[in-house]
Each structure stands twice: as C-alpha cells, then as structure tokens.
C-alpha cells in the first residue's frame, strides 16, 4: 500500500521542516508554559530566600555561549530573586569566558530594576548592593581563598576597583558571611565547590546544571550536599514560575517560552516514532 | 632497528608514566611533570607546524589544479590567514603592534572569536536537534521484545522531562527520573567497568610491545 | 577572686590534642595537623593556624571553618615546625597547647596505592599467561563481533562501487587509549585499501594523531608491497575546534560520498552530526567509541557499533594475531575475576561491615 511506503520513508526534509515549525514558532509568538515546582527547585528557592540580612549570596557563572539558552534564564531568575530580596550579592566566574555572560545578565536585570525604581534606596547601586568580583586564576586557589579572605583573592573587581574600598566587602569578609553559593554550570564545577568549598568551610551549595549532566548530580543532592538543584530548562522555568508567584515580579521568563518549543519537539520525535512503527508493523502485517 | 627502536622508546615512557602513580618523591614528579607539561608541548608545537603545514598543502594543491570547489579552498587560506596575522600580531585584548580598532569597530581575535567561532559552533551544535529526530524516526522500531522495552522507556523519559508529562500523570516524571538513576546507571557502569579494563589491557599491551598494529605493516 | 572566676568562666575554650605529623605518602613539603574541636566551636568563626620553628615566634598558616579538625599546611622540608591552633571569635584567639617538634620529608611510595599496584600485577600476570600460552599454539575462541565482521565487506563495498572510504578516528589526542585502538584499527583497514586499491581519507582533528596516522597508513601500504599507490594528500589535518572539525566531516561526506564510513575512537557531541549525516548518504557506517554518552547516538545512526571494550579487541579481531587473542583472552578472564570479587564483596557488605571492605577505599 502506498501509505506504508509513505509512513516509513517519509523524507528527512520533511522531519527537518516540521521540527523547524514547531520549535521556532512558539519563540515568536511566545506564551509561558505553566509548571509545577519539584522540590529541588522549592529547596533552591527557599535556600535563597533564608539568607539572614547580614550574610551575603555568592552567584557563580561558569557556563560558555553553547549552554547559554539552558542556563541564562536561572541566572537572570537567580539575580531577580536576590535584587528584589535585597540580599547581599556577590558574583564571579572561575574561567575567563563566562565573564561577558555574567556582565550581560547583570547589566540586563539591573536595568529592569533601576528603571522602575524611584528613589536611590530602590535602585540596585555597585559596591552597595552587588559586587561583580570577576576572575582569578586557577579554578581552585579562589575556591580555596576565599574561605579565609575574599578581598584577599580578589584583590581588584571585574571593573578594576579595589574590593576592600567597595562598601559591601566592608560586610563580607570570608564564606563565614555567606549564606550560600549557587554555581550555574555545564561541566563539573558545583562539584569543586562541594569538595574544596563546602568539606572545608562548610559552605552551603546550589547548583543550575545542563538536563545532559543532571545524572551525574543527583546523588549530591540526594545527600544534602545541594541545597536545591535546577536542571535544564524546565528548572529554569520552574524557578521563573516561583520568583513570579512569590514575588510578584513580571519580567521576561525565557525559560518557560523555551518550554514550549521543547514540548512540541518531544511530542513531534515522539509522533514521528509511532509513525515509523505503525508503517514497520503494517509492512510487516503485509509480508 | 626501524620496529625495535619505536619499541623501546614506548616501553620506556610508558613505564615512566606509569612510576608517578605510584613514587610521590619530588625528583620523580618533577620529571613527570617535565615530560607531560614541557616536552609533550613542544611536541605538540612541531606537530601543529607539520599539520598546518599539511592542511595549507592540501589546499594549494587543490587550488593549482584546480579540483572540485577548489574556489572553496581559497576562502580557507584566507580565512587562516587573517585569524593568524590577528591572532598573532594583534595580541589578545588589541594589545599587540597591529591596531585593531577604527573609530568604534574592533577587529581582535576576541572578536573573530565571539562574533564568528562561536555562533558557527552554536549552530552546528543546534543541529543534533533535527539530526536526533530523524535517527530516532529511522531507527526506534519495536523489532523485538528489548527494542520495545527501549521505545517504551524512552518515550516514559521524554514525556516525563515535559510540564506535559506532569499533566499525563503525577508519577511519571518519578519514574522518568527513577530510569534515569537506576537501569540507566547501572548499564553505564557495566560498560564502564569494561572500558577501564579494556583501557589498562591495552595500554599494557602497548607498553610490552605485544600490539604493534600502531607502529603500521605486518609483523616481522 | 568572683571577677577572676567569672572570667574564666568567659573565657574562649581552646581546641585541645593538637597533632602535628608528616603528611604521609606524599612527596614531602606538607605536614598534617589534627586537632580536637573547642568545647566552645558553635561559637566560633573558625581556626586559625599557626606555625613556629624555633617554639616562640609563631606565624598564621591556614584558616579553617568550625567544626573542622584537620588540616594540611605547605613546608619546607628539613627544618622542624612546632604548631598552635587557635580558636576564633570576631577578634579573640583562644590558642591551644603547642604540638611537639615535627618534620615533612618525601615518600618513595604512596602505600594507599598498593591496592592498585597489587591489581595491576596480578592483571598484567594473567594476559601475559594467555599470551604466553598463544604463543605456545593454544586456540583462543573469541566471539563474533559484527561489527568487526564487516570490515572486509564494507571495505569491499568500496572497492566495488568504485569510492573511497572515511575513516575518522575520533576527536581525543594520542593519550587517548580510544584514539590509540582506533589507530591500531586504522593500519589494518589500510593494509586492506592498499590491497584493493581502495582510496582511504583520513582528516584528523589533532595534529599528533594527524603525524601518526599518516605514518601507519604508509608503513601499512608498505607491508603489502604497494607504496607509490600511497597519496599523502588523503591524510591531513583539518582542525582543533570540535564543531568545525565535524562541519569539515560532514562536507567531506557530501561532496566525496564514501561508501563506508568508519567512525571509531573518542567522541563528543559532534557523534551524532556526523554519523547522521554519513547515513544521508547512503554510506555503510562503523562506529566504535568508550564513551558512554556517544553510544546511544552510534547505535541509532549507524550500521554496527563497536561498544566500549569491543574496540580495544578490534585490532586482535581483525589481524587475528595469536598474541593479541592471547591478550584478549586474559583481559577477559581478569574482568570475569573482577566481577566474583565484586559480587562476593556485595554479598559480604550487605550481610556484615567487614574491616577488609576497607583495603578496596
């Protein structure tokens, strides 16, 4: 029969075609896709959102262009959380090219928050209420360092600043003044924090990973090494959906559009399956 | 003495890589550390030269004889030699004795780097996406009993990651994730047992000199 | 004498039992000091180290969170260092008693490694016996790898059809063992293109394994009496970056239309773009790679996949070499050994906490 010819030879262009619609249509005209919070998220969240006044949070980008679309959107949620908190933030990078990644999410976000402020004590002001540390080299003398000084590894800021002139550092001495680390990555980093950062100072650790490397990562999160976990784009979505719940902040949530195009493209893969096989079996049926 | 000098050297040098696991004295480290961080990039150096060296042949080859889209390989030699005089003579923040700014416009290696490298990388990465879709349209047939088992959990995976998933039924993004963390798992680390020790038998192997296929032609 | 007793009730307990000694199995330039936390340690911000060499003049080496009870501090080896903890609380020190007098020195030997040197031996012990006895004229069954099997076909496929054939051999270095099994596999699939006159295409993305896979390509034309057909120009080095070295791939697929691919060695995300893009063009395909996270990809796209270990016994498989089957036999008999052992100690550690589990931490 020609439609099972049809159904298992369907040409690859076609496959290509339609898997171009359906992930790129939902970005232009994107909708928010609603999700449920799983605990790891929630626990992330309410890490955060814990902090006592006096401590400070420390955001690690470490991420590279490729994974950017899965991590940006925790980072940009990450940082909204933190500024509408007014918790003490602290962000670096343990590699140099991440860097411009974390510049444009703090320019991006502060500029959300300083456009709508009215007064100075709304506007988010460098040195009062986020330090952008920047990089040292290598990746675990910083980790390492920090524990006893952080003006003493990061002598400088990203923008060349002393650190110890900068009024939040006056505040922030060592991990002592930390509530918690939150390392966004797509390689092994968060588990450099838990071995050097957390077994030694007892720093408490977050962690934004890929949906590729989530595997590899639940076991510290099972033992309590994590304090929250946000995998892929779903916990990127997922921690969107909190900050705007809780927090009631309407922004952008590229996570949760992204959803979308990833939904369809799973069902799309998975009808394409179906189709294969019920033209193998009707082939099949045939003979 | 053409085979039996390769030889020797391997044997030599894999024992000498082999010592540092064990023998933490200094002088023993030291040397390790020569021969991976020092002598291996020198190597590494001159290897690139005769590389570059091939590629550029290749290229010019094509161009003199005009072969098939030789106009192509022009666009390659080009290409290599801007990043190459950029890259060397511009330094890396535009530090270097070429300029590499009029007015506003920056031409560094940087930029080359995040303006052209990486957006080509990022596209070619984003073609696994519909190179998954056709495979998986080409290959996921339930053949056998094992191949339905394979369909059914990736399907069970594939939902279970998706808000979707979530409306279908409460439970499935705990079993997807259960399939990640257990049978998953478990069948990495049985082929992961087996490479390690594959990897140490070939090694030895190597080292005794008892595979020789590297050193090229029949055994003597 | 009350402000006294009350200021010594204030006061900041320090740590206690301060242990210093010379860090063990290490190559010298450390020393290890221990301690037992301060009764006082919910309290504290952390310790402090410090370190002295003639007893009375003490400099701060290390800082340590609370609840911490061991740390290692870089020395000199030779002169002798006496240690204090102190305990800290915004700017108080409560300092503990000083240790005794110790000095680091290198180790010739790392003993928490025997366990790995005694594994290796008796490893190494049994593919040497199997070698051995190889040699000796033993037949060693080895089972059918289809993947293997179809080396000579494809080869043939490509002499038939008149086109040459691909052979990729990963995007790892030379220290790559998968890189180094692809190797071996690439001088037997040469040895086969020389005898038919077969074109081989070989683009590499390191410059090592460029040198290397040309010179065994060559001595492999050699062996089989057929150096002029050897054409240097088929081998060449295309480039270190992951995404540009497969966009050179898949164009060399395209254009040339090979029709076998072999992709076999260490690879990454680029898997599946290229092993997709060989099945487009109708090319039969050999995949092989150690890593785990590539094989779903290769077992989708591709004809046959040569799964983990099954690449390091290609080159045995295919040259048929009576000391390589030796060789694979005994890895074999070392991995059948390996897995009673760890079945027994399963069994052993779910049924008791049994102190020789922890000769294998």
Same mark, same amino acid.
């Given at each position: 029969?020609?439609?099972?010819?049809?159904?298992?030879?369907?040409?690859?262009?076609?496959?290509?075609?339609?898997?171009?619609?359906?992930?790129?249509?939902?970005?232009?005209?994107?909708?928010?896709?609603?999700?449920?919070?799983?605990?790891?998220?929630?626990?992330?969240?309410?890490?955060?959102?814990?902090?006592?006044?006096?401590?400070?949070?420390?955001?690690?980008?470490?991420?590279?262009?490729?994974?950017?679309?899965?991590?940006?959107?925790?980072?940009?949620?990450?940082l909204r959380?933190?500024f509408k908190?007014?918790?003490?933030?602290?962000?670096?990078?343990?590699?140099?090219?991440?860097?411009?990644?974390?510049?444009?999410?703090l320019t991006q976000v502060i500029e959300e928050f300083n456009s709508a402020a009215k007064t100075n004590a709304d506007s988010i002001i460098y040195?009062r209420d986020y330090?952008?540390?920047?990089?040292?080299?290598?990746?675990?003398?910083?980790?390492?360092?920090?524990?006893?000084?952080?003006?003493?590894?990061?002598?400088?800021?990203?923008?060349?600043?002393?650190?110890?002139?900068?009024?939040?550092?006056?505040?922030?001495?060592?991990?002592?003044?930390?509530?918690?680390?939150?390392?966004?990555?797509?390689?092994?980093?968060?588990?450099?924090?838990?071995?050097?950062?957390?077994?030694?100072?007892?720093?408490?650790?977050?962690?934004?990973?890929?949906?590729?490397?989530?595997?590899?990562?639940?076991?510290?999160?099972?033992?309590?090494?994590?304090?929250?976990?946000?995998?892929?784009?779903?916990?990127?979505?997922?921690?969107?959906?909190?900050?705007?719940?809780?927090?009631?902040?309407?922004?952008?949530?590229?996570?949760?559009?992204?959803?979308?195009?990833?939904?369809?493209?799973?069902?799309?893969?998975?009808?394409?399956?179906?189709?294969?096989?019920?033209?193998?079996?009707?082939?099949?049926?045939?003979? | 003495?053409?085979?039996?000098?390769?030889?020797?050297?391997?044997?030599?040098?894999?024992?000498?890589?082999?010592?540092?696991?064990?023998?933490?004295?200094?002088?023993?480290?030291?040397?390790?550390?020569?021969?991976?961080?020092?002598?291996?990039?020198?190597?590494?150096?001159?290897?690139?030269?005769?590389?570059?060296?091939?590629?550029?042949?290749?290229?010019?080859?094509?161009?003199?004889?005009?072969?098939?889209?030789?106009?192509?390989?022009?666009?390659?030699?080009?290409?290599?030699?801007?990043?190459?005089?950029?890259?060397?003579?511009?330094?890396?923040?535009?530090?270097?004795?070429?300029?590499?700014?009029?007015?506003?416009?920056?031409?560094?290696?940087?930029?080359?780097?995040?303006?052209?490298?990486?957006?080509?990388?990022?596209?070619?990465?984003?073609?696994?996406?519909?190179?998954?879709?056709?495979?998986?349209?080409?290959?996921?047939?339930?053949?056998?009993?094992?191949?339905?088992?394979?369909?059914?959990?990736?399907?069970?995976?594939?939902?279970?990651?998706?808000?979707?998933?979530?409306?279908?039924?409460?439970?499935?993004?705990?079993?997807?994730?259960?399939?990640?963390?257990?049978?998953?798992?478990?069948?990495?680390?049985?082929?992961?047992?087996?490479?390690?020790?594959?990897?140490?038998?070939?090694?030895?192997?190597?080292?005794?000199?008892?595979?020789?296929?590297?050193?090229?032609?029949?055994?003597? | 004498?009350?402000?006294?007793?009350?200021?010594?009730?204030?006061?900041? #307990?320090?740590?206690?039992?301060?242990?210093?000694?010379?860090?063990?199995?290490?190559?010298?330039?450390?020393?290890?000091?221990?301690?037992?936390?301060?009764?006082?340690?919910?309290?504290?911000?952390? @310790?402090?180290?410090?370190?002295?060499?003639?007893?009375?003049?003490?400099?701060?080496?290390?800082?340590?969170?609370?609840?911490?009870? *061991?740390?290692?501090?870089?020395?000199?080896?030779?002169?002798?260092?006496? @240690?204090?903890?102190?305990?800290?609380?915004?700017?108080?020190?409560?300092?503990?008693?000083?240790?005794?007098?110790?000095?680091?020195?290198?180790?010739?030997?790392?003993?928490?490694?025997?366990?790995?040197?005694?594994?290796?031996?008796?490893?190494?012990?049994?593919?040497?016996?199997?070698?051995?006895?190889?040699?000796?004229?033993?037949?060693?069954?080895?089972?059918?790898?289809?993947?293997?099997?179809?080396?000579?076909?494809?080869?043939?496929?490509?002499?038939?059809?008149?086109?040459?054939?691909?052979?990729?051999?990963?995007?790892?270095?030379?220290?790559?063992?998968?890189?180094?099994?692809?190797?071996?596999?690439?001088?037997?699939?040469?040895?086969?293109?020389?005898?038919?006159?077969?074109?081989?295409?070989?683009?590499?993305?390191?410059?090592?394994?460029?040198?290397?896979?040309?010179?065994?390509?060559?001595?492999? @034309?050699?062996?089989?009496?057929?150096?002029?057909?050897?054409?240097?120009?088929?081998?060449?080095?295309?480039?270190?970056?992951?995404?540009? @070295?497969?966009?050179?791939?898949?164009?060399?697929?395209?254009?040339? *239309?090979?029709?076998?691919?072999?992709?076999?060695?260490?690879?990454? #995300?680029?898997?599946?773009?290229?092993?997709?893009?060989? #099945?487009?063009?109708?090319?039969?395909?050999?995949?092989?790679?150690?890593?785990?996270?590539?094989?779903?990809?290769?077992?989708?796209?591709?004809?046959?996949?040569?799964?983990?270990?099954?690449?390091?016994?290609?080159?045995?498989?295919?040259?048929?070499?009576?000391?390589?089957?030796?060789?694979?036999?005994?890895?074999?008999?070392?991995?059948?050994?390996?897995?009673?052992?760890?079945?027994?100690?399963?069994?052993?550690?779910?049924?008791?906490?049994?102190?020789?589990?922890?000769?294998?931490?």
């Amino acid at each position: 029969m020609k439609i099972i010819e049809i159904l298992t030879n369907i040409d690859r262009r076609i496959i290509y075609l339609i898997l171009l619609i359906v992930v790129v249509l939902p970005l232009i005209f994107p909708s928010v896709e609603k999700v449920r919070v799983m605990p790891p998220v929630e626990k992330l969240y309410y890490a955060i959102d814990t902090i006592p006044p006096e401590k400070a949070v420390i955001v690690d980008f470490d991420y590279e262009p490729q994974t950017a679309p899965e991590l940006d959107p925790m980072g940009f949620a990450i940082l909204r959380h933190v500024f509408k908190r007014r918790i003490k933030l602290l962000v670096l990078s343990l590699y140099v090219q991440p860097l411009g990644l974390a510049q444009n999410a703090l320019t991006q976000v502060i500029e959300e928050f300083n456009s709508a402020a009215k007064t100075n004590a709304d506007s988010i002001i460098y040195g009062r209420d986020y330090v952008f540390l920047g990089w040292v080299p290598p990746p675990i003398i910083p980790i390492l360092g920090m524990g006893e000084s952080i003006t003493g590894v990061y002598t400088v800021d990203y923008y060349g600043n002393q650190t110890d002139t900068l009024p939040l550092m006056e505040e922030i001495t060592n991990y002592n003044d930390v509530g918690l680390l939150v390392s966004l990555s797509g390689s092994d980093i968060p588990k450099y924090w838990i071995a050097y950062a957390q077994s030694r100072f007892g720093l408490p650790v977050g962690a934004g990973i890929t949906a590729v490397s989530a595997s590899e990562f639940y076991p510290y999160l099972q033992t309590g090494q994590f304090s929250g976990m946000l995998v892929g784009m779903k916990g990127g979505a997922e921690y969107e959906e909190m900050v705007e719940r809780t927090l009631k902040i309407k922004s952008r949530r590229k996570a949760s559009e992204a959803l979308l195009s990833l939904t369809y493209a799973h069902i799309v893969m998975i009808l394409f399956i179906v189709i294969g096989n019920i033209g193998y079996f009707a082939k099949r049926r045939k003979k | 003495m053409k085979r039996t000098f390769p030889l020797i050297l391997v044997f030599v040098f894999g024992i000498l890589g082999i010592i540092p696991f064990f023998v933490p004295h200094p002088v023993v480290q030291n040397a390790d550390e020569f021969l991976r961080n020092e002598f291996l990039r020198i190597l590494v150096a001159f290897a690139l030269v005769l590389g570059l060296g091939s590629l550029l042949k290749v290229h010019i080859d094509k161009i003199k004889r005009k072969r098939e889209n030789w106009q192509y390989s022009w666009i390659l030699i080009i290409s290599f030699l801007i990043s190459a005089i950029i890259g060397l003579f511009g330094g890396v923040g535009g530090t270097g004795i070429l300029p590499t700014t009029i007015g506003s416009f920056q031409f560094d290696i940087w930029t080359i780097y995040w303006n052209v490298v990486m957006p080509l990388g990022s596209t070619m990465f984003a073609l696994l996406a519909f190179f998954m879709a056709s495979a998986a349209y080409r290959a996921f047939r339930a053949r056998s009993t094992e191949a339905t088992l394979l369909l059914a959990a990736a399907f069970v995976v594939m939902l279970g990651v998706l808000p979707l998933g979530d409306r279908i039924s409460p439970h499935l993004p705990s079993f997807a994730q259960w399939i990640m963390d257990v049978p998953n798992v478990a069948g990495q680390r049985g082929i992961l047992f087996g490479v390690a020790l594959g990897a140490l038998a070939t090694a030895l192997k190597i080292i005794l000199g008892i595979e020789r296929s590297w050193l090229g032609g029949g055994r003597e | 004498m009350i402000f006294i007793l009350l200021c010594a009730l204030m006061a900041l #307990a320090p740590p206690s039992k301060v242990r210093a000694y010379d860090t063990p199995n290490d190559g010298g330039g450390s020393v290890t000091i221990e301690w037992q936390i301060s009764p006082d340690d919910k309290e504290l911000i952390g @310790y402090q180290i410090y370190r002295s060499e003639d007893g009375e003049i003490y400099e701060k080496v290390g800082f340590i969170g609370p609840g911490r009870t *061991r740390i290692e501090d870089e020395t000199q080896d030779g002169p002798e260092y006496i @240690y204090k903890v102190a305990a800290v609380q915004d700017t108080i020190r409560s300092y503990s008693d000083p240790s005794p007098p110790v000095m680091s020195r290198a180790h010739l030997v790392d003993r928490t490694k025997t366990n790995v040197f005694v594994s290796l031996l008796v490893f190494g012990a049994i593919i040497l016996y199997f070698t051995y006895a190889a040699r000796k004229g033993k037949e060693m069954f080895i089972r059918k790898i289809a993947g293997l099997q179809a080396v000579d076909d494809a080869v043939g496929r490509a002499t038939e059809m008149g086109k040459p054939i691909l052979y990729c051999p990963g995007i790892g270095y030379i220290e790559d063992i998968a890189t180094i099994a692809s190797l071996n596999i690439l001088g037997e699939v040469a040895k086969k293109c020389a005898q038919y006159d077969t074109k081989l295409i070989n683009p590499n993305r390191d410059p090592i394994v460029y040198t290397v896979a040309r010179e065994i390509i060559k001595e492999s @034309y050699s062996s089989v009496g057929r150096p002029d057909s050897f054409d240097p120009d088929n081998v060449y080095y295309v480039t270190d970056s992951q995404f540009a @070295y497969a966009a050179a791939l898949d164009g060399v697929m395209i254009r040339e *239309r090979p029709a076998t691919n072999f992709l076999v060695g260490w690879f990454r #995300a680029e898997s599946l773009i290229l092993a997709e893009t060989g #099945a487009s063009t109708g090319a039969i395909q050999i995949a092989g790679t150690d890593q785990v996270s590539q094989l779903p990809f290769f077992v989708t796209a591709c004809d046959y996949t040569l799964i983990g270990e099954e690449l390091y016994a290609a080159s045995a498989y295919i040259s048929k070499e009576p000391l390589l089957l030796g060789a694979i036999k005994g890895e074999d008999w070392g991995k059948f050994f390996i897995g009673i052992v760890l079945i027994i100690a399963s069994i052993i550690g779910l049924l008791t906490t049994f102190p020789i589990l922890g000769l294998f931490r």
